[in-house]
């Protein structure tokens, strides 16, 4: 096996993949009650990565997600923690160690932290974000390999996410409201770049999850930029669970070599019932 596969390049699609665009609106901020959120602290999810090539059609690793609630003197926000592995049996061919974490507030998911630790075969970086949610200013520092860290300041805007509070901000669209071919436009940071992307909602379907069974599904699309994994021309396909969790279920794409997924595995404390499960 010779592909060069960044492992959380699949694990976290939900939060990063879209088309790259120049319109610089994006997805307006709001006020959420607890009530109101798709999913509650102590949520866990695990995701595993598939990798299809000719006859070669195997698991090649995973991810979990954790979230928990803390509070900091006035200000009460989520504490997310992502961790993605390769497989014992690929970690001779490109071993994967990536650590994610972030601070999102409460009241309306913007961010106030994030870093992550990645370490992906030959490839290693540390990124951290703090975010001022007063001017929008996003202090980034980054350290490749064993260099010396890299601060910049980046303009964000009252949009602008980092990955893993992307993914939980993204669970919290009214998708109820929307009509195929809807776009909606977000802004992320990773490392020293601003990105401004879109979802494009597709509509409802019926899909088998491997594992899990078959489920009433919200499917969305986004085409990624070309460049190591993506030839930038095949759509990234999503399937969201068509319930009050909105979690994702799938994720499906063509990659320079080959094809890749990621799927729902495991589950524990989901805020809601998993109505959409049909069977």
Same mark, same amino acid.
């Given at each position: 096996?010779t592909?060069?596969?960044r492992?959380?390049t699949?694990?976290?699609?939900?939060?990063?993949?879209?088309?790259a665009?120049?319109?610089t609106?994006?997805?307006?901020?709001?006020?959420?009650t607890?009530e109101q959120?798709?999913?509650?602290?102590?949520?866990?999810?695990?995701i595993?990565?598939?990798?299809k090539?000719?006859?070669? /059609?195997?698991?090649?690793?995973e991810?979990?997600m954790?979230? *928990?609630?803390?509070?900091f003197r006035?200000?009460?926000?989520?504490?997310?923690?992502?961790?993605?592995?390769t497989?014992?049996?690929?970690?001779?061919?490109?071993?994967?160690r990536?650590?994610?974490?972030?601070?999102f507030?409460v009241?309306?998911l913007?961010?106030?932290y994030? @870093?992550? /630790?990645v370490?992906?075969?030959?490839?290693?970086?540390k /990124?951290?974000?703090?975010?001022?949610?007063a001017?929008?200013?996003?202090?980034?520092?980054?350290?490749r390999k *064993?260099g010396?860290?890299?601060?910049t300041?980046?303009?964000g805007k009252?949009?602008?996410f980092?990955?893993?509070?992307?993914f939980? /901000?993204?669970r919290?669209?009214?998708?109820? @409201?929307?009509?195929?071919?809807?776009?909606?436009?977000?802004?992320?940071?990773?490392?020293?770049?601003?990105y401004h992307?879109?979802?494009?909602?597709i509509?409802?379907e019926?899909k088998?999850?491997s594992?899990?069974g078959?489920?009433?599904?919200?499917?969305?699309?986004?085409?990624?930029?070309?460049g190591?994994?993506f030839?930038?021309?095949n759509e990234i396909s999503?399937?969201?669970?068509?319930?009050k969790?909105h979690i994702?279920?799938?994720?499906?794409?063509?990659?320079?070599?080959g094809?890749?997924s990621?799927?729902l595995s495991k589950?524990a404390?989901l805020k809601?019932?998993?109505s959409s499960?049909?069977?």
């Amino acid at each position: 096996m010779t592909y060069n596969l960044r492992l959380t390049t699949i694990l976290l699609f939900t939060a990063s993949v879209a088309f790259a665009q120049q319109d610089t609106a994006c997805m307006p901020v709001r006020e959420f009650t607890d009530e109101q959120l798709p999913f509650r602290e102590n949520e866990r999810l695990t995701i595993v990565a598939n990798y299809k090539w000719g006859i070669i /059609n195997t698991d090649v690793g995973e991810a979990t997600m954790m979230l *928990t609630k803390e509070k900091f003197r006035d200000t009460t926000y989520f504490y997310a923690r992502a961790y993605a592995k390769t497989y014992r049996f690929y970690d001779t061919f490109f071993m994967v160690r990536d650590v994610y974490e972030a601070r999102f507030l409460v009241s309306n998911l913007r961010p106030l932290y994030f @870093h992550r /630790n990645v370490s992906e075969g030959g490839y290693t970086i540390k /990124n951290t974000c703090v975010f001022n949610t007063a001017s929008y200013a996003i202090h980034a520092s980054v350290q490749r390999k *064993t260099g010396p860290a890299k601060d910049t300041v980046l303009p964000g805007k009252s949009c602008t996410f980092d990955f893993v509070s992307l993914f939980y /901000n993204s669970r919290n669209l009214d998708f109820d @409201h929307f009509t195929p071919g809807r776009i909606i436009p977000i802004s992320f940071v990773v490392d020293e770049e601003l990105y401004h992307i879109y979802y494009r909602y597709i509509g409802k379907e019926v899909k088998k999850i491997s594992g899990l069974g078959k489920f009433n599904c919200i499917k969305i699309a986004a085409k990624p930029v070309a460049g190591e994994v993506f030839d930038g021309k095949n759509e990234i396909s999503i399937w969201i669970s068509d319930d009050k969790n909105h979690i994702p279920l799938l994720i499906e794409t063509p990659v320079i070599v080959g094809k890749v997924s990621a799927r729902l595995s495991k589950y524990a404390n989901l805020k809601h019932p998993l109505s959409s499960k049909i069977e």
